[in-house]
Nanobody, 118 residues
Framework: QVQLVESGGGMVQAGGSLRLSCAVS????????MGWFRQAPGKEREFVAG????????NYADPVKGRFTISGDNAKNTVALQMNSLKPEDTAVYYC???????????WGQGTQVTVSS
């Protein structure tokens, strides 16, 4: 089994920055990739950013491109999301996720709240 534990959420004013971290433990050798998702009140969970666990390639959702940066360290078993120039519409619960099969995120952390005030 793989366990994911997020940290680093909180409240910040618009234009500010936050850094989320996710600690990966357990059978980490089964991880193909890691990602961050978010879910705002009344909305569906959406993809934010992803990173491959081997080559380090990254991809981002359009709303966060140029503002958020995902980084993974498979030696330390951590993945981080640096969020800059935050906007009120970034307010959501952010979830760390793992791909335990090549194409699907199928393991989730408990989530951490990010609130951006205007």
């Amino acid at each position: 089994q793989v366990q994911l534990v997020e940290s680093g959420g909180g409240m910040v004013q618009a234009g500010g920055s936050l850094r989320l971290s996710c600690a990966v433990s357990g059978r980490t050798f089964t991880v193909f990739g890691m990602g961050w998702f978010r879910q705002a009140p009344g909305k569906e969970r959406e993809f934010v950013a992803g990173v491959s666990w081997s080559g380090g390639s990254t991809n981002y959702a359009d709303p966060v491109k140029g503002r958020f940066t995902i980084s993974g360290d498979n030696a330390k078993n951590t993945v981080a999301l640096q969020m800059n120039s935050l906007k009120p519409e970034d307010t959501a619960v952010y979830y760390c996720a793992a791909k335990l099969v090549p194409t699907v995120y199928n393991k989730w952390g408990q989530g951490t709240q990010v609130t951006v005030s205007s």
